[in-house]
């Protein structure tokens, strides 16, 4: 992450005889970079400054969201938004859904990675059925497992269960159930993506540290504890940032399994920006809540970076 | 011993994998049955290849017309995408310190803002340049992915010896002339890699259609998906068909680029 802040490598000193000064060709320089670099300028102020101060704005007002006027509220919105008993759930259901996945995922991925980092038959049949559910779309995942969970006998998981006797299950229908359910799905989906992250390290660590500490008598779980998991530390930091941050923002999958019910069990906050913001006029409030998730969103990534950092200085 | 504990993982993992990929299999084999046949057995065989399903659907839905949009919406973003984010990219190499620490901060930001916190007043600024529902107004949107390009393009834009650029100048190549013939061509494999991810999202973005798509004619494919499933609530080979309509250019796509996939995942995640 810092290596795009370091300055540029000095241009190597060059000895070829006519050419410009190097004050003119510094000169010329500043102004082609400018050149090449506005584009992405243009795209930073349109789509992230603008939008982001006005987000700000908003959120200090009462604004709807389409008329011209809007008066100034203070930080009334901000205190609104933690009485509002649909916003409160979708921020429960959130953070049931992050810790839920950064959890399960990262127990599931790292066995998983292990395994297919060994030799066997039909290894690479097996690396694809795994990583396939990240390639395609989480939405139209979302809404063929609305099918598998059919509440009816003719469910896929209902049949199943049916076959060793059990009566149908509505499972999205009751709260809990539903929320469980939303989180099956996502560790369905996203175990075998964080699989192949942490396999890409595993395949990085040079195969002479397991033979130096198999020479020093090491057991394979010694192996693993001494070797394996510190060298995989960075992979666990990025697999979780990306875990946590994903499942904050999450949207698609809850949204097109259980459209945010039963009730608001799990409704997500993104969804809530959504719908309070532009389909109920509430532009103000739903902008303290995208300010507040903003915040939210920006210290747990400082927060994990520094947590990762003191952890692989620990282990290495 | 080692082929003993080979075997047991293939016979561990094989019907593991098997249990992963039901809801495939499931949506696959459903679109040969019948709505009776469904009901009857969710999992079972079809009782023969009935492909009526998918002229059907065919007929029904627009689903080239959703394919084409698709396609305009990701062909224009990622080539966009691509060229700003590898220019940003290149500037900053010739560039000079205030500018590229500033350039490195306003990255940075973009990098930390969810799209969430941005999605009302955004949604206000498409509405006043008459570009909601429409989708010129999606590839606008797609564009913050240039900053995510721009991240992949500068680390490995380091790792190319700075001489190429500087020899080239030397026989007066102008800086444009430089990035079109030399930097461009060098830079191809992460343009590859980051064209292929950035795909994948554009491709299969459910939240900015649903939010900013209305009109049937300009859905994407996924969104028609969406949308679909109200028409065939009680149609479920349809809808089976129609998601393995849509899933199967997915499928191809994986295979041919699987290796991209994997690289652009790994390199992303570290830069991210």
Redesign the interface.
């Known amino acids: 992450?810092g290596?795009?802040?370091a300055?540029?490598?000095p241009?190597?000193h060059?000895q070829?005889a006519p050419?410009p000064t190097r004050l003119q060709r510094?000169r010329r320089?500043?102004v082609?970079?400018?050149?090449?670099?506005l584009?992405?300028?243009v795209?930073?102020v349109?789509?992230?400054?603008?939008?982001?101060a006005?987000?700000f704005y908003?959120s200090l007002t009462d604004f709807n969201?389409y008329s011209t006027e809007a008066n100034f509220v203070g930080f009334e919105n901000y205190t609104t938004i933690w009485r509002d008993t649909s916003m409160l759930s979708a921020l429960g259901f959130t953070l049931v859904f992050t810790v839920g996945t950064t959890v399960a995922i990262t127990v599931l991925a790292i066995p998983l990675a292990l395994?297919l980092n060994?030799?066997?038959?039909?290894?690479n049949?097996?690396r694809?059925?795994?990583?396939?559910?990240s390639?395609?779309?989480?939405?139209?995942?979302g809404?063929?497992?609305?099918?598998?969970f059919a509440p009816l006998g003719?469910?896929?998981i209902n049949?199943?269960i049916g076959w060793f006797g059990a009566q149908p299950i509505a499972w999205l229908a009751e709260p809990d159930l539903a929320r469980i359910s939303v989180v099956v799905v996502a560790v369905?989906g996203g175990t075998?993506?964080h699989a192949?992250?942490y396999l890409?390290y595993l395949q990085a660590i040079p195969s002479e540290f397991y033979e130096a500490a198999s020479i020093d008598g090491a057991s394979r779980r010694q192996q693993f504890r001494y070797v394996t998991l510190p060298l995989l530390t960075p992979a666990i930091t990025?697999?979780q940032?990306?875990l946590i941050?994903g499942g904050?923002?999450v949207?698609?999958l809850p949204?097109?399994l259980t459209g945010g019910g039963p009730g608001f069990a799990t409704r997500t906050?993104?969804q809530s920006?959504?719908e309070n913001?532009?389909a109920q006029g509430e532009?103000g409030k739903?902008?303290a809540l995208?300010?507040v998730?903003?915040v939210a969103?920006?210290l747990i990534?400082v927060a994990q970076l520094a947590l990762s950092r003191r952890m692989e200085a620990r282990f290495s | 011993m080692k082929q003993l504990r080979s075997i047991l993982l293939s016979v561990v993992m094989l019907p593991l994998a098997g249990i992963v990929a039901i809801p495939f299999y499931y949506i696959l084999v459903n679109t040969l049955k019948t709505q009776p046949e469904i009901s009857a057995s969710p999992l079972g065989l079809p009782s023969g290849l009935d492909f009526s399903n998918y002229t059907e659907v065919f007929k029904a839905l627009p689903i080239w017309q959703s394919f084409l949009n698709t396609l305009y919406v990701g062909v224009v973003s990622i080539a966009l995408m691509l060229l700003i984010g590898s220019m940003a990219a290149y500037g900053m190499l010739i560039g000079q310190g205030r500018l590229t620490k500033f350039i490195g901060v306003i990255c940075l930001i973009a990098f930390l803002v969810p799209g969430q916190t941005t999605l009302i007043p955004l949604y206000r600024m498409l509405s006043g340049m008459y570009l909601v529902d429409t989708l010129e107004g999606l590839i606008v949107l797609y564009l913050a992915g240039s900053i995510f390009c721009y991240f992949l393009i500068i680390g490995y834009m380091r790792t190319i010896p700075m001489e190429l650029f500087e020899s080239a100048r030397i026989d007066g190549a102008s800086a444009f002339r430089i990035y079109r013939s030399i930097v461009l061509p060098l830079i191809r494999p992460i343009l590859v890699t980051v064209g292929v991810f950035q795909a994948m999202w554009v491709w299969n973005d459910f939240i900015t259609p649903n939010v900013f798509i209305n009109s049937p004619d300009k859905q994407t494919l996924v969104l028609q998906v969406y949308s679909a499933v109200g028409q065939f609530s009680t149609d479920w080979p349809a809808f089976m068909t129609l998601s393995v309509i849509v899933l199967a250019p997915l499928v191809v796509f994986f295979i041919v680029a699987q290796r991209h996939i994997v690289s652009g995942l790994v390199t992303g995640s570290v830069k991210g």
């Open positions: 992450m290596s795009t802040l300055p540029p490598r241009a190597p060059l070829s050419r510094l320089r500043g082609e970079s400018y050149l090449f670099t584009p992405v300028i795209v930073f349109v789509l992230f400054a603008i939008p982001l006005q987000s908003y969201g395994v060994r030799k066997f038959f039909g290894r049949l097996v694809s059925v795994f990583f396939f559910p390639v395609v779309s989480v939405a139209i995942l809404l063929v497992w609305g099918f598998i003719t469910g896929v049949s199943i369905w075998g993506w192949v992250l890409a990025v697999s940032l990306l941050t904050l923002k949207y698609d949204y097109t906050l993104t920006i959504i913001g532009i532009a739903a902008s995208s300010v998730f903003f969103v920006g990534i």
